[in-house]
């Protein structure tokens, strides 16, 4: 907001004050010195408003005639010249008008140039992504990724994982299938993870795909997270394997995966139909694949690293 300058405070205050205020309008300090002896004056010649204003005159011409730029000053034709104020009304309703039109022409200019300039989208959540390798450093990741559920988890297995997570995980589902949430587990029921089914199903739905996963398997928790399991070999071995786990929270890497496993899941039969259909065709025992750690004599000898 414009401050009308009161010209009639007396004093080397009251002067301060007016320069100041004079220098609130947007004016250099000489600029504020010349203007206020011209209110107070009227009008003047530049030498008698270069000694009252202790301007150099040097100076004088050159900061008259910004003033005069700037709607606070007009010449009156004389010999020599003179100049006179212009009233702080006038000239703050030519500076409102001035303003008016400065911004309805920057207006025009950001309407033009956003109408010639293509946005581009703001990119999403990349969320994280890590890299696991060796056996039990990608179990660890996938036991961990099951205990942390908290609504859903979805396994689309390959069969010897199945095997292998009857005896690595079987406790943590069951935890999970008692606190509520949802697992689902689809994967190739064969005769060598036939028992570990019979563990998984006392507790959780577990289905039958004819597609194998081939060494591969998928882990989808609360549709947060995604773990993506190579295992190799697939074999039964739960401590060595050159194995590979890529983990990520992106949300479309995410929800790709997701519908992949949800896909399988629809696509299979659960695990009881077809248990039920083979009954009697000679079955493997399930005693050792229900076994949480599989006695001293049973473990294979550890592999040479």
């Known amino acids: 907001m414009i401050q009308v300058i009161e010209t009639n405070a007396g004093g080397p205050q009251g002067h301060a004050d007016r320069l100041g205020l004079a220098i609130s309008l947007g004016l250099s300090p000489y600029e504020a010195r010349a203007y206020l002896v011209l209110l107070e004056r009227g009008e003047s010649k530049a030498s008698q408003i270069a000694t009252s204003s202790r301007i150099p005159r040097g100076r004088i011409y050159e ?41 309805d022409d920057l207006e025009r200019s950001a309407s033009s140039l956003m109408a010639q300039v293509t946005q581009r989208p703001t990119p999403g959540p990349t969320g994280e992504f890590l890299l696991f390798r060796k056996r039990q450093v990608v179990v660890r990741k996938f036991r961990e990724m099951i205990e942390g559920a908290r609504k859903e988890v979805m396994v689309s297995a390959s069969e010897m994982c199945v095997a292998r997570g009857s005896r690595l995980f079987i406790d943590a589902i069951r935890d999970r299938a008692k606190a509520g949430v949802a697992i689902r587990i689809s994967t190739r029921i064969t005769p060598q993870n036939r028992s570990a089914v019979e563990v998984y199903r006392r507790d959780v739905d577990v289905h039958h795909t004819d597609l194998g996963n081939r060494g591969t398997s998928i882990l989808v928790v609360d549709g947060s997270e995604v773990f993506i399991c190579h295992w190799n070999p697939d074999d039964e071995d739960l401590r060595f394997g050159d194995d590979v786990g890529l983990w990520s929270t992106n949300p479309g890497v995410v929800e790709s995966f997701h519908t992949i496993v949800a896909d399988a899941w629809d696509r299979s039969i659960p695990a009881d139909v077809l248990l039920s259909e083979t009954e009697g065709q000679g079955q493997p025992d399930a005693s050792g694949a229900s076994s949480p750690d599989p006695p001293a004599s049973e473990s294979k000898p550890e592999k040479a690293t």
Do not use: C, D, N
């Open 63 to 103: 900061v008259l005639e910004s003033l005069h730029a700037k709607g606070l000053v007009s010449v009156v034709s004389a010999k020599p010249l003179l100049y006179r104020s212009v009233a702080l009304k006038t000239f703050i309703e030519r500076r409102r008008e001035e303003l008016r039109a400065a911004e």
